[in-house]
């Protein structure tokens, strides 16, 4: 039952600032936000990350320095990525199950700088850690070896919580993997470290920067399309959430974003958990290009790209603009 025009005027309650704030269906906050950091060997060391402008590597006082930043911004959570030195990749990966890598040492160096007042989610996959950039171990025909590579990813984990992570994210895709992490986890004496499983994550051409972030990029040889899936595939994703979910993940992650938001309304609708995207490298690019080129403005864009998620169903998103969204919403 509906009234029409004119006792029906859409543009009624548009009309002012007000009103328009008074019927907003979404809103985004800061903590919706989980900011992704690139980490670097060092003191006081800041590189620039070239095809990601605005973003950096930090040294561990860097990291440090960011999540009080974050924890000031009102940022929950802190996602973290190692940019592994090049004579610590190994063809197995090893760098990954040990308890002094960088990784580790920046869980620490977060807790010693902000305690347990911000979250610290760790990627579990090998690919920052491997000579050859693939996310899990490979066979003599470059096969991504998928049970092999869960056992690692298994140790990889514990590793990371043992260290003090309170989410690991497995992000490599292989069959079976959160549930054996979770049963590790458990055994462990971790049962309150949370997984949030990249569940439907694509071979997606939208990764190029975070690679030249980790130093994979020029590793890599051919593609990860025997693992991550196709972007052509709609119900396949929702196999995987569902897969996930039943092993055991606490929340999923649908992966790249923007491209992808007819992906989250789904698995939103259908399993009504909590889902998070993360906004990748290649689109904070395409925005950061689009604001260099005048195309649109950068804070509006930035926003309502943000925004966007959260309309499609997100609990919160990982976005390299996290600390500058944050700054906007708290202005
Ligand atoms: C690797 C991983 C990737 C990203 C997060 N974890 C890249 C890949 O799968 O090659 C991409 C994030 C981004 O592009 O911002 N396991």
């Known amino acids: 039952m509906t009234a029409s025009y004119p006792a029906l005027r859409l543009r009624r309650t548009r009309a002012s600032a007000w009103s328009r704030a008074l019927h907003r269906e979404t809103v985004l906050t800061p903590a919706d936000l989980i900011w992704p950091l690139f980490v670097t060997e060092g003191e006081n060391v800041e590189e620039p990350v070239g ?14 320095a960011r999540a009080r930043e974050a924890v000031a911004l009102g940022i ?15 063809e197995d990966g090893g760098e990954a199950l040990n308890p002094d890598n960088l990784m580790c040492r920046a869980i620490k160096s977060i807790r010693d700088a902000v305690g347990g007042e911000i979250g610290v989610l760790t990627d579990v996959a090998l690919d920052p850690y491997t000579s050859h950039g693939q996310d899990g171990l490979v066979d003599d025909a470059g096969y991504v070896v998928n049970d092999d590579t869960v056992a690692v990813l298994v140790d990889q984990a514990l590793n990371q919580a043992a260290a003090g992570a309170d989410i690991v994210a497995p992000s490599d895709m292989m069959d079976g993997r959160v549930r054996a992490i979770r049963m590790a986890l458990e055994m ?4 309150n470290v949370q997984i949030m499983s990249y569940a439907a994550k694509y071979a997606s051409a939208f990764y190029g920067p975070f690679r030249d972030a980790v130093g994979s ?3 890599l040889k051919g593609d990860k399309k025997t693992y991550q899936m196709d972007p052509g595939n709609a119900e396949e994703a929702l196999r995987e959430v569902a897969l996930d979910l039943a092993e055991g993940a606490d929340s999923v992650m649908v992966k790249p974003g923007l491209p992808y938001l007819d992906i989250v309304a789904k698995v939103k609708q259908r399993f009504a958990v909590p889902v998070f995207a993360y906004q990748v490298s290649g689109e904070y690019a395409m925005i950061e290009a689009a604001a260099a080129a005048g195309a649109g403005e950068r804070d509006a864009l930035v926003l309502e790209t943000l925004l966007a998620f959260k309309r499609a ?3 919160g998103v990982l976005t390299y603009h996290a600390a500058h969204a944050a700054r906007l919403l708290n202005a």
């Open 188 to 191: 462990a004496g971790h049962p």
């Open 51 to 64: 095809s990601l402008p605005g973003v950096s590597r930090w040294s561990l006082d860097g990291i440090a």
């Open 76 to 90: 929950p959570c802190l996602a973290l990525f190692p940019n592994t030195p090049p004579g610590l990749r190994s």
């Open 217 to 219: 990029r020029g590793l």
């Open 313 to 315: 169903g997100c609990s």
